[in-house]
């Protein structure tokens, strides 16, 4: 895995270990993620759920993003997320958070906001729609803020999720059996 665009361009990524059973947002994917927001991450929040190798918040540094906030809790795939903070050497610009990442989005005392969510869980557990559901009532989401959501095809996402926000899907694409949902809190 490589970094597909911005500063890091070309650098290569630390993999997780195949034992771990995480599955990567390929460079395909990754890359047709960031032309959709490269024009506005500049300067910006991001929040990297269900983590992994972080190569999607790594890409976001490498666009512009000011800082980015990592949640994993596997704690072996966190060490692969150090690594690569370190190999790219942008430890001031990034934190990890190892919790649940429900737990953490449920938090009353997250006070963040962040001005995009990126959330790729395992394909099997169904969690990219639950995961909506607990970010239209977290104090997380900011008025403008994009979540974009990588699940399998077989996961249904809704148009909208209404709670204490409304998140609107304003664009879904497919690359074989992955999908790619965008929303925008209004």
């Given amino acids: 895995m490589r970094i597909v665009s ?3 361009k ?8 195949r034992n771990l059973e995480l599955r990567p947002t390929s460079d395909r ?3 047709a993620i960031f032309d959709v927001i490269r024009f506005d991450i500049t300067d910006k929040v991001f929040l990297d759920l269900f983590a992994g190798s972080g190569a999607v918040g790594i890409e976001a540094v490498s666009e512009g ?6 949640v994993e809790n596997n704690k072996k795939a966190v060490d692969v997320i150090k690594k690569n903070i370190a190999k790219f050497g942008i430890r001031e610009q990034c934190k990890i958070l190892v919790r ?3 737990k953490f989005l449920s938090d009353p005392q997250l006070e963040r906001e962040v001005d995009f969510i990126f959330l790729d869980p ?18 997380i989401v900011k008025k403008g803020s994009i979540i974009i959501a990588e699940h ?19 664009k879904e694409k497919r690359y074989g059996k ?3 949902s965008y929303f925008i809190r209004a």
Avoid at 10 to 17: A, L
Avoid at 65 to 70: L, R
Avoid at 122 to 139: D, I, V
């Fill in 6 to 8: 911005g500063k890091f």
């Fill in 10 to 17: 070309g650098m290569e990524i630390i993999s997780p270990p």
């Fill in 29 to 31: 994917v990754r890359e």
């Fill in 65 to 70: 993003a000011k800082f980015v906030y990592f």
């Fill in 100 to 102: 649940d990442v429900f």
């Fill in 122 to 139: 395992p394909y099997k557990t169904h969690f990219a729609s639950e995961t909506l559901e607990t970010l239209k009532n977290s104090s």
């Fill in 152 to 170: 399998s095809e077989e996961e249904f996402l809704s148009e909208a999720y209404v709670g204490k926000v409304l998140l609107s899907k304003f």
């Fill in 178 to 180: 992955i999908v790619v």
